[in-house]
């Protein structure tokens, strides 16, 4: 029996055991902090050798829940479904989960525990930063960053060579064809900043 911690047991959560069931794990142990039956991070054996996925879908919590991962010395890794096609020049850091039918191309740096959730795809020479959330069905054509803690929102478009700023969301269905500065919500075809977000 091929086990693993998967933490966080909400919707998200539920997305990624399924991933690491295709990915040949029998058995998903569930780990969450929450008021639930599952056992907290504090309870859990640490010691035992399973490999721990993070199932959170909060950009913030996740880098939290990163942090504790490491400093309790556990096996985090990062689960890439089958159905993914990720290029053998693809750079990715830790912790990082890469959903259903992805494509991530040629010379493209995917930082730590990052999503890259169903059917995104991520062109040649991206730079993707920590703790970011790419959303289903965007698209980020070649050269674009991605600074730390950004989201970008289901279904939307990235023109080449943009800037995306740290701790920026990008509403859902945008099209991004300038570059978005930090901690800013932006949305709209064409895509603007409407203001700063905390």
């Not at 990624?16 to 929450?34: E, F, H, K, P």
């Not at 890469?98 to 020479?125: D, K, R, Y």
């Not at 600074?147 to 859902?172: E, M, P, W, Y």
Request: charged share 10%; glycine share 12%; proline share 4%.
């Amino acid at each position: 029996m091929k086990s693993i911690y998967i933490y966080g047991a909400s919707g998200h959560g539920l997305v990624v055991a399924d991933i690491a069931r295709a990915c040949g794990y029998d058995s998903v142990l569930w780990i969450d902090d929450g008021d639930n039956v599952h056992p907290s991070f504090e309870e859990v054996d640490k010691t035992l050798p399973i490999p721990i996925a993070i199932g959170i879908g909060n950009n913030q919590l996740r880098a939290n829940i990163f942090v504790k991962i490491l400093q309790a010395n556990m096996n985090l890794i990062t689960l890439i479904h089958p159905s993914a096609v990720v290029s053998g020049s693809v750079l990715m850091g830790q912790g990082s989960v890469v959903m259903p039918n992805v494509v991530i191309n040629a010379n493209t740096t995917i930082g730590n525990a990052c999503i890259l959730n169903s059917s995104c795809v991520v062109e040649h020479e991206n730079v993707i930063g920590d703790f970011v959330h790419i959303s289903p069905s965007v698209a980020l054509a070649g050269n674009v960053t991605v600074r730390d803690f950004a989201h970008i929102g289901i279904g939307t478009s990235v023109k080449q060579g943009i800037v995306i700023g740290k701790n920026s969301l990008i509403g859902a269905g945008s099209v991004v064809i300038k570059n978005i500065g930090s901690h800013q919500i932006a949305y709209g075809n064409p895509c603007v900043e409407k203001g700063e977000q905390a």
